[in-house]
């Protein structure tokens, strides 16, 4: 196993994370805008968003950590970044968009939005994250399994 360069996990987790939020206000405070206000009566102010926003720059950190332990079975590039991002694609959009369609709590239109919307945006915003990864002085030192 290689060096990992902790430094370069927070830097490109943190522009993941800002990505990230930059694309989910794009969506939605635009895209789904009327939706929600229909669904819920509502619309995303600050206080109501600040919690997303530290949930994306945690996203963006937990997945160029991911990405970094791929690339030790899969090698460095943007294959591994998007299969990266697939992975994360499901943890955090299918699954839960399932689990949300099938218990009733949102209809199919949003659901439908977000899925694809987070296919695309979740690898094309990992691989920006992942670019400038590489191991360096600033490490976790571990040790090669057998």
């Not at 690898?123 to 590489?134: E, L, N, S, T, V």
């Amino acid at each position: 196993m290689n060096a990992i360069n902790v430094r370069r996990i927070f830097t490109g987790g943190l522009l993941v994370g800002f990505l990230l939020n930059v694309s989910q206000m794009v969506l939605h405070r635009s895209a789904l805008i009327s939706f929600w206000d229909a669904l819920l009566g509502v619309t995303f102010g600050m206080s109501e968003s600040i919690w997303m926003i530290l949930a994306n720059f945690l996203l963006g950190i937990t997945t160029v950590w991911l990405y970094v332990i791929m690339r030790d079975r899969f090698g460095p590039g943007p294959k591994t970044a998007i299969m990266t991002g697939f992975m994360i694609w499901v943890f955090v959009a299918l699954i839960p968009g399932m689990a949300a369609l099938g218990i009733g709590y949102l209809p199919w239109p949003i659901v439908w939005v977000m899925l694809l919307w987070r296919f695309f945006e979740l690898p094309i915003i990992i691989m920006a994250g992942a670019a400038p990864y590489r191991e360096g002085d600033t490490h976790l030192q571990g040790e090669k399994a057998g």
